[in-house]
């Protein structure tokens, strides 16, 4: 779901800014919603905002990319390493960007042909041009897709893509370490260590619509509103008994109120999904207030071997609906916090170390609550930081010094 604000906006970021990717010219973590830094942004059309382990990027109607945040890998594809605080527009893409996916180092652009490009670290393959270049500060063309693409995602250390004609691909070696010791002495499947697109198996008999990426997990949505998910199950996020789920397996529909699903969002290590009737479901870690449910165990030290189980609670695998998010018009997943637009304002809720909730506290938020004085238009989330483009500015924005 994904919207555009028009000419007349401002952009609001918050939370962990330790490499000055909310743009606001500084190094320094922002606890409330505070105004980056958008003068390069001015007259256009923003259609994208996103986030990874340190960098944000945002795109442009016109098909432009602005970044900033963490380079030391080359992520924000500029032709060099060095950081950056305020965005800057990417000048060595030639063709158009519609879509983006960051992972924790490095960034997927899917250009409006199809057509995917990588930059940043491929210590794990995971920029899907095999094993010869460790990192790349220039966007790269995934030349080993060759049918168009229509939705990309990126995991911690690997990503996913789906083609027009209802393929997944996966690449980067990011399960493989997980996939290795649940599967031992069976090897591990090929499209769970190859640093080149590798068709994923067992999704022969559907249509992939789009992907979504958690830090060792897989999910697939298909046009038909069914969801299937793959990888590591330590947080109970594939409703599954077994530690590693090594091929796709569907999730009942039964317990997602018998409905089709229409979207999908994964954090690191939960997932967030919407069925047609604009009904919203939680499931997997919920140790941070990630799930937006009392049923969380909330203390993230106790931690639990039993995949079916997370500190105790085996509430917290199972899918159960947010009442409080029905009918929101966009959902963002940062790596265990959310963020979500219903009937026009904006709620956060979940982990809020570096306020990354943007209350002005530092204390993890258990259930959705309203972030008031935002006209919020479009919103997204890097691994610990928040953004939103919104209509108009508040009285309480400040402009950064």
Wanted: aromatic share 6%; with cysteine.
């Amino acid at each position: 779901m994904e919207t555009s604000s028009r000419t007349e906006f401002c952009l609001h970021a918050w939370g962990a800014n330790s490499y000055g990717q909310l743009g606001q010219g500084n190094v320094e973590d922002q606890l409330t919603p505070r105004l980056s830094d958008t003068s390069p942004l001015q007259n256009k059309t923003v259609l994208v905002v996103i986030g990874g382990g340190g960098h944000s990027v945002v795109t442009t109607e016109d098909g432009e990319v602005f970044v900033c945040g963490q380079n030391h890998k080359g992520q924000l594809g500029l032709g060099h390493n060095a950081d950056i605080s305020t965005f800057q527009l990417c000048h060595s893409l030639s063709q158009k960007v519609t879509k983006v996916a960051c992972g924790w180092d490095f960034t997927l652009l899917l250009t409006d042909c199809g057509r995917v490009l990588s930059c940043g670290s491929n210590a794990f393959g995971q920029l899907g041009v095999g094993q010869t270049v460790t990192h790349s500060s220039d966007p790269l063309l995934v030349e080993s897709l060759k049918e168009p693409v229509v939705s990309v995602a990126a995991g911690l250390r690997h990503s996913l893509a789906t083609s027009d004609s209802g393929c997944v691909y996966q690449w980067g070696c990011g399960l493989f370490s997980h996939a290795k010791r649940a599967l031992s002495p069976h090897p591990v499947p090929l499209y769970l260590n190859s640093t080149v697109p590798c068709v994923v198996p067992g999704l022969d008999e559907i249509t992939s619509h789009m992907v979504a990426a958690g830090s060792v997990h897989c999910v697939c949505l298909t046009g038909d509103g069914d969801l299937f998910v793959w990888g590591s199950n330590k947080h109970g996020q594939l409703i599954s008994t077994e530690p590693f789920v090594s091929s796709p397996s569907p999730v009942k529909p039964s317990l997602l109120g018998g409905e089709k699903v229409v979207n999908v969002w994964s954090g690191w290590t939960h997932i967030v999904a919407q069925t047609e009737s604009g009904r919203v479901f939680t499931w997997g870690r919920g140790s941070y207030g990630q799930l937006g449910r009392h049923s969380a165990n909330q203390n993230p030290d106790q931690e639990s071997s039993d995949p079916s189980a997370e500190g105790g609670d085996k509430k917290c695998c199972l899918p159960a609906e947010v009442k409080a998010l029905n009918g929101a018009t966009q959902i963002a997943c940062g790596s265990e916090h959310n963020l979500a637009i219903v009937g026009g304002s904006l709620l956060s809720w979940g982990w809020n170390e570096h306020g990354m909730c943007g209350d002005g506290s530092q204390t993890d938020v258990l259930q959705p609550q309203f972030l008031s004085g935002l006209r919020p238009l479009l919103i997204g989330c890097g691994a610990g930081h928040s953004m939103a483009v919104c209509a108009e500015m508040t009285d309480s924005a400040t402009i950064p010094p």
